[in-house]
């Protein structure tokens, strides 16, 4: 089976750099995606990891290492907008090449 | 206007009532999905479908059902409505692209079971 940990909250001051880590076990790994959900809005796509190495974006980037099952996303300068909560998902080739989701980390962006 | 719409986008219905929710989409994409999210289990997958003929299950499909009328129309069903199905429940469309099949997702419909 698929297995995504992420911590569950986080909390950050505005302008600092917060890391926020993911952890998964799978056999089928074909692609690491991060997302951003605000309170009772959809999910967006944020970045996309499939090889190892960090992936950058602007304020955003993103770490993948396939053979310690970990990534995680880095967020500099941040801003009170970032405040939401960070979706983890690993594509999976046992899962039909679908998309399995950890629990997601809120983060709360304090002045 | 939004590539991804649901409806209804709020709903509260009683236990054992049928309930349908639709997904349309204007993005042309293949791929589309049902997911729920709950607090602290993040979003699971219901169903999901690579084109009109193919409709497969999900992670927890029992209690639900769906229905591809269309390349751009994925309605999911709950033929008898029980508590535990409240939740807030994603369509997402999906395609090929450089972010991978990097998933799009509707605004969500928020369902209340009493």
């Known amino acids: 089976g698929q297995n995504i940990d992420q911590p569950t909250e986080m909390t950050a001051t505005e302008g600092a750099i917060v890391q926020i880590n993911c952890t998964y076990q799978t056999s089928g790994f074909n692609g690491l995606f991060w997302y951003q959900q605000h309170a009772g809005e959809a999910p967006t796509f944020l970045s996309y990891?499939?090889?190892?190495g960090l992936e950058e974006k602007g304020r955003f980037s993103s770490f993948l290492s396939r053979s310690k099952g970990y990534s995680y996303l880095l967020l500099k300068e941040l801003q009170m907008k970032d405040s939401a909560s960070y979706l983890c998902?690993?594509?999976?080739?046992?899962?039909?090449?679908?998309?399995?989701f950890g629990p997601g980390t809120r983060l709360s962006v304090l002045p | 206007d939004a590539d991804v719409t649901q409806t209804p986008r709020n709903r509260i219905t009683k236990t054992g009532k049928r309930i349908m929710l639709e997904c349309s989409q204007t993005?042309?994409?293949?791929?589309m999905y049902w997911y729920r999210q709950d607090p602290g289990l993040g979003l699971r997958l219901i169903y999901y479908s690579f084109d009109v003929k193919d409709i497969n299950k999900g992670e927890i499909s029992d209690g639900y059902s769906v229905s591809r009328q269309a390349q751009a129309k994925f309605s999911l069903s709950l033929e008898s409505a029980i508590p535990n199905q409240t939740a807030l429940y994603f369509c997402?469309?999906?395609?090929?692209?450089?972010?991978?099949?990097?998933?799009?997702f509707g605004p969500g419909t928020r369902l209340t079971v009493t």
């Open positions: 990891n499939v090889l190892d």
């Open positions: 998902a690993v594509r999976d080739k046992n899962y039909g090449q679908n998309f399995v």
């Open positions: 993005k042309g994409h293949d791929r």
């Open positions: 997402a469309t999906s395609v090929l692209g450089r972010g991978g099949y990097e998933q799009y």
